[in-house]
């Protein structure tokens, strides 16, 4: 995926947050920006995680442009780093069920006339090329491509016409689920079958939100072992950004950093004729336009 450079005539602060280790120190995690040339310049002396950088707001921004611009620092070959989720530690994980057009009408349900609330917890986020390991308690694991808000500012009840001042950027996400809990077990319990260790893989990066001005009207798409399974658009959305904010925030305080996982287009293994289902040994690659690809193996 191509890389969008920070446009210094403009002083603009379109950038791609990442937190990454390098392959000479795998335990230090630090904070970097990936450039157009598939470099990894570090920011760390700036903001200690990728959540400081976004709770800095554009001051913090600001400072991060300005070294990108006179620091002359072209920073590490992608092939000298591994790329970690580009943020971690957030206070909430929210999702958005059944927000897919498309998605409600190959399960046979009607489009939810409000959206629909789950949510994971920030142990499930892990990389955009971690391994998932297999849940001993499921037999039914299944793939969700998703595009993924991040907030960018804390807000309260944020009404819709303001809601996009509250978005820092986007990322790629993955909703792995366990169907049987979410759907059966137990009368179906939402939160054991999406709330399982790695079952959020997000990345490549972080991209702020000027770097995409319509985020309803993107391909995503999720391939198994280089077979395409989902492929749609978010223009298929029931519930937009700004709607999806305005609602979320009616009930819980957002936070800088809170990640909010969109949807998922159809295309999904349970509904599949016969189903489908992951096992251990299946990679996973997660894409939307205009962001990058993360790649998961199920172990």
């Keep these: 995926t191509k890389l969008i450079l920070l446009d210094s005539l403009l002083q603009e602060t379109k950038m791609r947050l ?97 959206p629909l609330v789950f949510n994971k917890f920030p142990s499930c986020v892990v990389g955009p090329f971690d391994d998932i390991p297999y849940p001993p308690e499921t037999k039914e694991l299944d793939w969700e491509v998703e595009l993924v808000v991040v907030v960018g500012r804390a807000g309260f009840q944020v009404p819709e016409s303001e809601a996009m001042d509250y978005v820092f950027g986007y990322a790629v996400g993955h909703d792995v689920s366990a169907r049987d809990w979410q759907l059966r077990r137990n009368g179906g319990q939402w939160m054991v079958g999406k709330g399982m260790p790695g079952f959020a893989p997000i990345g490549p990066c972080v991209i702020t939100k000027d770097c995409l001005p319509n985020p309803e009207n993107l391909r995503l798409y999720c391939k198994v072992n280089g077979v395409t399974k989902q492929d749609s658009s978010t223009k298929e959305m029931v519930f937009n950004v700004p709607q999806i904010i305005a609602w979320v925030s009616k009930f819980f305080k957002i936070l800088p950093g809170d990640i909010i996982f969109t949807g998922t287009p159809p295309g999904v293994g349970i509904f599949k004729s016969p189903p489908e289902v992951l096992k251990s040994g299946d990679t996973v690659v997660c894409g939307v336009e205009g962001i990058g690809e993360i790649s998961n193996k199920i172990v």
């Design 18 to 114: 990442v937190q990454f280790t390098h392959k000479n120190s795998p335990h230090n995690l630090s904070v970097g920006i990936l450039t157009e040339q598939n470099t990894v310049v570090d920011v760390s002396h700036i903001a200690g995680s990728g959540l400081d950088l976004i709770a800095g707001g554009t001051s913090r921004l600001g400072e991060v442009s300005n070294y990108l611009q006179t620091s002359g620092n072209l920073g590490f070959k992608l092939e000298e780093v591994d790329l970690q989720a580009p943020l971690t530690r957030m206070d909430k994980v929210l999702c958005i069920g059944m927000n897919y057009r498309d998605h409600c009408e190959e399960q046979g349900v009607p489009i939810p006339q409000e």
